[in-house]
């Protein structure tokens, strides 16, 4: 696939001071693309050349409208009646004293509408007319001759010089409360209200648009035609946009200040400026390339998610979503999410020899001997490790009770109760954590594949065999687990079987921690040449049962299925498929991995469509892949995503029963930032904007996909 341009959009959210003046109705923009909002506080202008908000006119009262005539003057409606915006100022009309809640213009007029009556202004003459429908004015459109569609709370008025239709019963419209107008890319009238959406064409109702069709709300705030032809919806829970095919919603602090979408203007350069109960976004569309997007990942990840020595992972934002807030934090799963960083850079580096991703790799696997040789043991790896002075820590030492112990003892039979997590490094400068679980050591060996294979030279090479020997030699010196300084095997790296196929507690992770330790093996033979770990190999396939586990690798049951294990066999499989040459132990791991495809292949995971074309010379699932890859938002800001609210999905228990996930999957754009451990499935995401993540669930796919001819340089 060629990396052809596409449009990406990003967001700039703006509050506008006092919760008076966030709260905003309306929108236009002037042809010098300032744009003017009415607040509860009354008229806001943005200036495009000074890149700011400033408060229009000093009353602190409500306002209504505001409206970009044909001859590019703007038009303010406010508590108090009407104001033109010209070179000399802002100033009120005489002739109207009460409030304008709609403008528009047809032909040569302006038309204001309020609860007290409508007035017709030519020339700055002010005519007042009565007013000719109910007096709950909320939307105002030109039919395109000499007439006016007004909505109101009580039906859609048709007015013009031969007279007023009034439509509110249910053969006319979804339902008597109009809030929107526009007419769409075919000359059809969009009519939005409480119900969703009613379309006609000349005087007869041809459609309608509901929650059944797209719209995530039943209740229609504005419809507005962009430059593109898109309809946008504005609903109490985002914006809507639908081309007439497909339909996207921009909702959460990504995209809005807040999700109550009142208005929407476009100005010159295509930018939606959105009015909210919370303030005013602006929605910019730029021309980019998968390249360039990959740039940028990469340039916040090497900014604010690399930290000594070498690891890499998701860093604290102090003010939830200001990046300039940040500072590095520790999380139990450094070691393996430093791992897929470096098999990134290692990707990165096969397919352009760039040497700042060589630098990168080997500075990322020196972090993970690190984690091994800080614990000033033979083999044993640490979970993660920060300077001895670093407060606080996640999960700090604590002792436990013999009271609370059997509390969680009884919760978790196989908790293990460790008082002292964190332990000072030799030299005293470093605090490394304890109780390593399989997930680390699973994605570390991914890493030191990747790395040994694609990116380095025979000095790191040398430096990977030793260390690999050594984690090995002691997780197989250890019985198969990993055994923590307390002599004991750490909660959850068990591999063993006396485990594994003896202890009912442990038949949840028969099968992946099977797969698991087969992969360390494999790799490990593989990097070193030693036949004792080809042999240790296929004395689990043989004697062990192993054969039968893998089998089970991928497990359905609803008590165990987790996307951590989907994640943790795709770091796994590689090994067992590029290196197995026995036809009948490659079948077997095909078959596994088919298994496990089946399960995630809806999962929009181009990760998982690359693995799986790479690993069975298949054509990779591209469709699904270039959209996660393109449709992924640049703000990494794991903000808080709801889907509950949203009347276009619902909830179901399926893939997982642990928690509420839709019953479609939305695109990227739409859902929170996550990692490919986590459920894309679950209804709600985020943490709030408290964290921002590193870019890897997206590079380590794309390079993946650059290595293997999947996405060509957009330079070729």
């Known amino acids: 696939m060629n990396d052809t341009p596409f449009v990406q959009e990003t967001a700039e959210r703006y509050h506008l001071g006092s919760p008076e003046a966030n709260d905003v109705r309306a929108m236009t923009v002037a042809p010098n693309g300032d744009v003017w909002s009415a607040t509860r506080d009354g008229f806001y202008r943005w ?153 006609y064409r000349g005087d007869r109702r041809v459609g309608q648009l509901t929650t059944a ?34 339909w996207s919603l921009r909702h959460s602090l990504r995209w809005l200040p807040d999700d109550d979408v009142r208005d929407v203007a476009f100005d010159a350069d295509g930018t939606a400026w959105i009015a909210t109960a919370g303030g005013v976004s602006a929605i910019r569309r730029h021309t980019t390339t998968l390249a360039q997007k990959a740039e940028h990942y990469l340039n916040v990840c090497l900014a604010r998610h690399v930290r000594e020595p070498g690891l890499v992972e998701k860093c604290l934002l102090q003010t939830p979503g200001d990046v300039n807030t940040w500072k590095p934090r520790d999380d139990d799963n450094d070691g393996e999410y430093t791992s897929m960083y470096l098999a990134m850079e290692c990707f990165r580096y096969a397919a352009t020899k760039d040497p700042s991703a060589r630098v990168n790799a080997r500075r990322a696997f020196e972090g993970l001997r690190f984690l091994q040789t800080v614990t000033g043991t033979p083999g044993f790896v640490a979970r993660t490790v920060i300077p001895a002075d670093w407060q606080p820590m996640n999960d700090p030492n604590r002792v436990y009770t013999d009271a609370e112990w059997a509390d969680e003892h009884v919760r978790d039979p196989r908790h293990k109760r460790v008082h002292e997590r964190w332990r000072r490094s030799a030299d005293g400068k470093w605090l490394w954590k304890g109780d390593t679980s399989s997930d680390e050591i699973t994605g570390h060996f991914y890493g030191y594949l990747h790395f040994y294979d694609l990116a380095a030279d025979e000095q790191d090479k040398q430096r990977v065999r030793e260390h690999v020997r050594r984690v090995m030699d002691h997780i197989i010196e250890c019985g198969y687990t990993l055994k923590d300084i307390d002599g004991t095997h750490t909660r959850w790296a068990v591999w063993s079987p006396e485990k594994l196929n003896g202890d009912p507690d442990w038949a949840p992770e028969r099968g992946i921690n099977s797969v698991e330790i087969l992969f360390f093996l494999k790799a490990t033979y593989h990097i070193t040449g030693d036949p004792k770990y080809e042999r240790e190999y296929r004395r689990l396939l043989d004697e062990h049962g192993y054969r039968e586990n893998v089998k089970g690798a991928k497990t359905f049951n609803p008590a165990w299925r987790t996307h951590i294990d989907d994640e943790l066999l795709a770091l796994a499989f590689p090994a067992l498929l590029l290196y197995e040459t026995d ?38 699932e591209m469709r699904d892949s270039l959209m996660f890859l393109r449709d992924a938002p640049l703000d990494l800001v794991r903000w808080r995503v709801d889907n509950t609210r949203r009347e276009d999905l619902k909830l179901v228990r399926y893939p997982e029963m642990e928690s509420w996930q839709t019953d479609r999957l939305p695109p990227p754009s739409e859902r929170g930032v996550m990692r490919w451990d986590g459920n894309p499935w679950i209804a709600v995401q985020g943490d709030g904007g408290h964290t921002e993540s590193d870019g890897v669930f997206w590079l380590l796919p794309y390079w993946m996909g650059r290595y293997y001819g999947y996405i060509q340089s957009s330079e070729n």
Not at 169 to 185: I, K, N, Q, T, W
Not at 218 to 244: E, H, K, L, S
Not at 610 to 615: E, I
Request: proline content about 7%; aromatic content about 10%.
């Open 47 to 199: 200036r495009k050349e000074q890149n700011r908000w400033e408060k229009a006119i000093a009353d602190s009262a409500p306002a209504f409208s505001a409206f970009t005539d044909s001859q590019g003057r703007v038009w303010l409606g406010a508590w108090n009646g009407l104001y033109e915006v010209t070179s000399r100022g802002i100033h009120r009309l005489e002739g109207i004293t009460q409030p304008v809640s709609a403008l528009c213009e047809v032909g040569n007029e302006l038309l204001a509408f309020g609860p007290d009556g409508m007035w017709r202004v030519r020339d700055g003459v002010v005519t007042p007319q009565p007013l000719p429908c109910a007096r709950s004015v909320r939307c105002v459109l030109p039919d395109g001759k000499d007439g006016v569609w007004i909505g109101t709370d009580v039906g859609l008025f048709h007015h013009s010089p031969s007279g007023t239709i009034w439509l509110k019963d249910e053969e006319h419209l979804l339902s008597a409360s109009v809030r929107g107008l526009a007419f769409a890319p075919d000359g059809s009238l969009w009519i939005g209200g409480l119900g969703g959406i009613t379309i």
């Open 213 to 246: 069709d797209g719209l995530p709300s039943v209740q229609v705030q504005c419809v507005r035609r962009a430059p593109d032809g898109r309809m946008w919806i504005g609903t109490p829970v985002g914006v809507a946009r639908t081309d007439g095919k497909t």
């Open 583 to 620: 036809p009948e132990l490659k079948q077997l791991y095909r078959q596994a991995l088919d298994t496990w495809y089946e399960g995630v292949k809806n999962d929009q995971n181009p990760w998982f469509h690359f693995l799986y074309a790479s690993l069975t010379g298949t054509p990779p």
